[in-house]
Nanobody, 126 residues
Framework: QVQLVESGGGLVQAGDSLRLSCTFS????????MAWFRQAPEKEREFVAA????????EYADSMKGRFSISRDNAKNTVYLQMNSLKPEDTAFYYC???????????????????WGQGTQVTVSS
């Protein structure tokens, strides 16, 4: 049974940084595109960032460009989300997701991703 486990969330102040990690217990991690989504209370789940299986292609939501950075370490089966200059509106549950994808491209829609983690809470105080 494959499993994604996120970590690194917490309570921070506006302007601070956090790095989220997600480990995917699959034998062929390098055949999966990985993504981060987030969901705030009473809001739809929204795309944050995605990275292709090689790491050569990345995509970001407009509001995260320049502040967030996604990366992966295929040797560790782990994807990261570095979040800088955090704002109160970044407060949400952050989810890691995986899509079996042999291409070197990414998708931004949640329906494209088959496996999801349980999420980690990020709270940014003003």
């Amino acid at each position: 049974q494959v499993q994604l486990v996120e970590s690194g969330g917490g309570l921070v102040q506006a302007g601070d940084s956090l790095r989220l990690s997600c480990t995917f217990s699959v034998r062929t991690f390098n055949t999966y595109a990985m993504a981060w989504f987030r969901q705030a209370p009473e809001k739809e789940r929204e795309f944050v960032a995605a990275i292709s299986r090689s790491g050569n292609s990345t995509e970001y939501a407009d509001s995260m460009k320049g502040r967030f950075s996604i990366s992966r370490d295929n040797a560790k089966n782990t994807v990261y989300l570095q979040m800088n200059s955090l704002k109160p509106e970044d407060t949400a549950f952050y989810y890691c997701a995986a899509e079996f994808n042999m291409g070197d491209y990414v998708r931004t829609g949640p329906a494209s991703y088959d496996d999801w983690g349980q999420g980690t809470q990020v709270t940014v105080s003003s």
